[in-house]
């Protein structure tokens, strides 16, 4: 899948013992082993219960945080938050988590989807007068939260009051004085699973994070529900009015987590693996080799490879250190335009019949390179096998597709696919076999592939979800 | 005068002809002219009337604007700020112009003083939601100029409205897409004066700021009035309810301003050879030379040497290097505690009758350092000459004097004085004295000196003052 | 493998058309593909013919040129160095290429390899007044250069001189005002290879930065042979007294070489699938899946998983964003102490019988804790195949293997190593079947497996190697 | 005179107790006192006796030794360098001190002055094989030092034969493990300072680097001797063969020295008001003010105002904050162009005759300007004071004044430079009248302002001065 491709984030929190002063180091380590979801900027708030204690930068989890300012974000308690910004370099007042500091009250929030409201409700809060700070569609809690109607309820209920205004994907890190809350939107879009090591409890986006730090994996934030972890334990706020349907993203099986994790509770790899032989039932042809491109396409590749008896091979080669400088040199001709962060072995490809198993295909230039390059280092036969249907509509819960027009599969069947990345054959996975490995198929979200919105978009919102970002202020 | 002495800051604003877009040079040189006044963060927004673009940061003029930042702020008019940030060097957040983003409108803010009834207004807009993101006191004009109940109103309007109900001492520099707008408060504390070249409109704390870009010196925004600049020329919106009392900051004369400014229309320079003058003739001592403590105390010095004919010596020498990230040693004992921004000359001092003239004196601890020094260099008198009163009192109106318990004339008589700084003889210019220069000496402020404060303040909004800052929040 | 593993650095040279003024971003492309063979410090120094242009510090390549830098590298001929340094951070004196400039003449070298005669030339050259400025063996070839006794002689005869002098391991790129030399030793030890495309020619480490580029593989400078490109072509200076024994690094294809180089002429990764499948015939065992040890025992493991038909699986995921600042959090009990950079996934690992494959053992504690991680998460049982040979012996020509103490094979047999790390089984592959790929397996240095050092190493030289570097200066 | 004058450097050497460990502080507060000597790049070298620990860097002292850096240079001697480098900013390799390493030996040096045979050595040295890595002339002294030859000598003794091999102006410090010493040419040039405080000794290019750290200065170094400081005290090699003729640098005087500083065992200060009154005898003109162009025609224009009882004021405003990375605006036309650094006070100006005392003129544009602006400002009349003799020769010995071509008084006669700088009158101070303060007139070099070189200087010499440079490397 294209590089292009966005995540909007990573949540990871925690709440142990008073006595525990660095829980910003679990936290730390916890991120990073979800760095994945959100690799353009990074923070942390920790409390010892009377101190909010933050950092926050645009980059890698591992140069924001150099050791001497994680030594000094002393708590027992606190959020993470990975983010993928959309808005360039200079934005790191959108980096989360977000602080809200108001009335001897502080907050602090970190968020991981899309709302489809907020453009509505940030207009109508500012015809209230309210003023908003920072360009996400995160913000919109913080008047929710201070609205002095509910003032006189306590944290919770604001909260439940606040997210029950919200349509959309959410699943929310929320932080007061006394606890971290989490909470899953009523759909459950979003993954949010709760972990346990020595009576601390955790929250994060993927289990990877709970193997990571050598925790538990407990069970996930239900959707609609809010749990509460303060000293007294962890407490469930379970959904009141659960959702007519839940809808969970299917795509974090597809591309975004970690073949270790399980999301929604079952393991990614595993899942992958059926998708690779299924697609190999659906899409069989005669080859030499089976391979993959790295990473993202591993795991089906194998999957391929063991159902098809077709033997695997690493034809592509994965250079690991492209960093946030990184310059593309410009390539002039067709000739040169090979990919810098996947090369291909010439020795594995030489006269071969190839099927090369990638994860998606969203835009199609990218999978038309690695097509051309295998071809030019004398590739046989290149057939393409892709790990999910093919991609016909744009996500409005959090995934940053592009339009359906710039969709391959939005505008193009799969023989005028094949013809444009030039491979000899192309077979989808089937929507079936997609949800062919889990028990509870209609509680995924298909949207992307069939158009199928679980929460209703209309056009306003939709236009909203563009309009957050400033076009009247520029920072130099 | 101790370095400890704080300035809120210094404004520099511009409206220029649509087809300059490289007015932000020129702020610029402006601001770099202006420097003194405030020299821990800059800032400057510029607009074309379309988009509004910043830069600011931590830091003086000449670091925080790179050639390659300047270059990117296009626009023909725009607005300027330095700053004494009084919250550590993190506090990128606090550092002027302000920008707030409100329902399709954008508004810059650059503000000089200090607003009493800062912490009430934000207390009440915060009991009736609003969410504030700064600890200035600056920011509280936001919800004044958004609130619903005047959104059909115009912009000025509005502006009329939010500058009515501020209390205390404010020159602010106003930035909408249409026009800059520079307004001061009815008793017209702090200093901003209007300036033209070219048919390009000026305004800036000091006329320096003029002679530096080439421009002329028109007049000084009246207390109470509003001028704005936009497209169409300069337009004035005159003070509506005249305060019963003009009350301008006598201390400008005194400390802050540049000797080639004029403040209020009369020029620096000129005031303190007058009030040097003065103090030789209230404190007349027969001594060998007068040496300044430079530079605030070089115009009086000479003031002083004209009017006793007593000859002026340079016995002090500024070091021109001190940076921001200058480490002072650790001096262990009282023979080594050498200022290293002043040293004194052995070869100027030693067997001499010496008249040292500052400009003020606050807390005590660098003048008994200085005569300490002098003493050892083998002077054989010292006499100290102040050209300003004893400072008694503490000022809410922007100057970041210590308590009345730490200046040293808050708890001591004059003779205490002399017996703690260890002077052979010390005399302070008297109150009359100071005023002399004037021809409305009742339209001055001079609260730090008497106590009498022409705007009531009381505890609980000088509390107040202090708890703008957050005590909740850590920003590492 | 341990990440403890060093390898010396990695060159690229190109000669181009004087018209092609920007051939340091073909450099550049280059040397990211050989990023990992030094990942500390990198430089490119590049020429019109009149001038030299050299950028070099600490760091990534991607970090370490920007565009802007790269955009003032003029020039149509250069070389390029990646580079392992041993003396932490502020060493950048001792990043490559290193410049010469003497009597008007000036110099670039890069090198690959260690000079076991470096200390001792050292030391001849400076009693003879010669001073050293920096602390790599590579400097010693400049006195060689400058050697008045030869300044009548040509720049190559002087080159040939200087270069038969050296004793051990170097791949050099020479660069003068005129051409690119490329040099290998008589032994062959370290690789070099030629690429070209559209009559510009190439020097290379690897072959996979002719891929990247778009090259063609030539063929390799040959052991003591000296190729030179310039505005003429390409020249050959045979090897005058070839070496009586070729002595190829063998542990280029064990870990150092990407899977897509060709190496002396033969595929790596080719080479890796023959040596898992020797291993699985040498040392079977009944298990339930086969699973590499990410990335370096990727290829290994294919093979063993082929010539065993026990299935492959990814049971260790790779973390891909470990930085250079990157802390590595404490972990006080055994229990915590997971690898940041490869973490197991539970799913595969639960209940199985597993054969890790990896690719070499140095020191053993790695994998004593990966084996560790494995049965906390679950697995039946844990066999260890090792892609080598047990290392017993130190390098002298470039690896930086610890002592033959610290080095687990050094003082262990097979069996306490397997005890040591707690693995039900190990294996190591025989140095037949190492060697075993090759028609020429006479043509290896096998010295870290069997001590059978090609070129003889005195002991005051082998103190030599570790006393180049300063005990006398701190650079702070 | 004009910011454009450069200055070579400034020196501060200490050797203390053993027990002192922070003596990196001590040198750290010398140095900045003598920072206007050289503000370009900075540098530290201390030595516990068994390492040395250095830090350098491009820029100011208050920059270069973050505190962190300071408390690393642990050590109980050392010396320290402020440099102006003539290449640019990324010339690092040629801030001082230079370090020496060979042999098992050590050496530090740092250097003010400029040696007129460096060219003529280097070339010699190279031949013979020496390799030199900076462009700045003293590293010449190496191989000097290194000379095989006097390998057998003790270090003092191969200090002298190396000093005795150089021509031209040199005030060193030369550090190895043992001791720090301190040499002056034959000719004492350059100033060097004896320094003392409770046992510990001190060295420094002026005098005013002692009373900031409180240290007594006991005597210069003579010209030709050697001074060592070790750890059983002071010793002096004495000028063995003293040089014909002493010819200390007289603009020492004129520009370079801080007023406070003692120079050649006079204060600079009363050398200047001495300077300034005979320039009032010599040339005395009838008018209403005499203002000083700051800072360095402070103190004559006081002598000056005492002499012809014209009263002094304060006409020019200098402003304190100019970075480095200042950008200065262009001015597009000569209405605006307005000197950033220093401002006219038209409150001073207007309507007056003025007399301006600068301390020199080099090229003439600067006071040709500023006389511009004084006339803008309404100046009657304005007379120019300078307060030494016309520049007419360049000086090989430190000095970095223009050719003869571009000096304004080696190609005018005094009324035409009169009409250049469209003055009233001006004057300039005789030669026998800068000479007068001195009882030993006989020993100043004047050969900037008469062509008396007192050490020859050979054409080739003299082109070699600008050789060194390399114009081979450009580092990027």
Chains 1, 2, 3, 4 share one sequence.
Not at 32 to 39: D, K, L, N, P, V
Not at 192 to 216: H, M, P, R, Y
Not at 228 to 248: C, E, F, V, W, Y
Not at 307 to 334: A, K, Q, V
Request: proline share 5%; hydrophobic share 35%.
């Amino acid at each position: 899948m294209e590089t292009s491709k966005k995540e909007s984030c990573g949540l990871f929190g925690a709440f142990g013992k008073p006595e525990t002063e660095d829980m910003a180091t679990t936290i730390y380590t916890g991120l990073f082993s979800i760095q994945h979801r959100g690799q353009e900027g990074a923070g942390i708030v920790v409390s010892d219960g009377t101190k909010f204690r933050r950092c926050k930068d645009i980059g890698l989890v591992s140069n924001v945080f150099p050791e001497k300012k994680l030594n000094e974000l002393i708590g027992h308690f606190g959020i993470g938050h990975v983010r993928y910004s959309t808005t360039g370099s200079n934005c790191i007042k959108n980096v989360q988590p977000l602080i809200l500091e108001h009335d001897n009250e502080i907050w602090a929030i970190a968020h991981n989807g899309n709302l489809i409201n907020a453009h509505a409700l940030r207009q109508s809060y500012q015809k209230a007068g309210s003023i908003f700070q920072t360009t996400t569609d995160s913000e919109v809690l913080f008047p929710l939260l201070t609205n002095p109607k509910f003032k006189h309820q306590l944290c919770q209920e604001r909260v439940i009051n606040a997210l029950n205004k919200l349509k959309g994907a959410f699943s929310f890190l929320i932080m007061t004085k006394n606890c971290v809350m989490a909470a899953r939107d009523p759909n459950g879009f979003k993954p949010l699973a709760i972990g346990k090591k020595d009576n601390v409890w955790f929250f994060a986006s993927e289990t990877c994070a709970f193997i990571q730090i050598g925790a538990d994996y407990i069970r996930d934030v239900e959707p609609g529900e809010i749990v509460i972890a303060d000293n007294t334990g962890l407490h469930s706020i379970p959904a009141k009015t659960p959702s007519s349907r839940i809808s969970q993203c299917i795509f974090e099986y597809i591309y975004f987590a970690r073949p270790d994790s399980k999301i929604f509770t079952k393991n990614v790899h595993s899942v992958r693996l059926i998708h690779g032989k299924l697609l190999a039932k659906e899409h069989p042809v005669e080859a030499d080799i089976v391979m993959p491109v790295p990473s993202s396409g591993d795991s089906a590749a194998l999957g391929y490879s063991r159902e098809s008896n077709i033997p695997l091979d690493y034809g592509f080669i994965r250079n690991h250190y492209i960093g946030r400088t990184f310059i593309m040199p410009e390539t002039n001709t067709r000739e040169t335009s090979v990919d810098m962060k996947i090369l291909a072995n010439p020795e594995v490809i030489k006269g071969k019949r190839i099927i090369v198993v990638d994860d998606s295909i969203v835009r199609g230039n990218t999978s038309r390179h690695r097509v051309s390059h295998l071809r030019r280092l004398g590739a046989k036969e290149v057939h393409m096998r892709i790990a999910c249907s093919p991609i016909t509509h744009p996500c409005f819960y959090g995934i940053d597709f592009p339009t359906k027009n710039e969709l391959i599969a939005g505008i193009h069947d799969i023989n005028t696919i094949r013809k444009l990345i030039e491979v000899d054959s192309l077979g989808y996975l089937s929507l079936n076999g997609m949800l062919s490995p889990f028990d509870d198929p209609e509680n995924f979200c298909t949207a992307c592939f069939n158009g199928d919105y679980p929460v209703p978009v209309d056009s306003t919102e939709i236009n909203g979800k563009y309009t957050l970002e400033s076009n009247q202020l520029i920072e130099i």
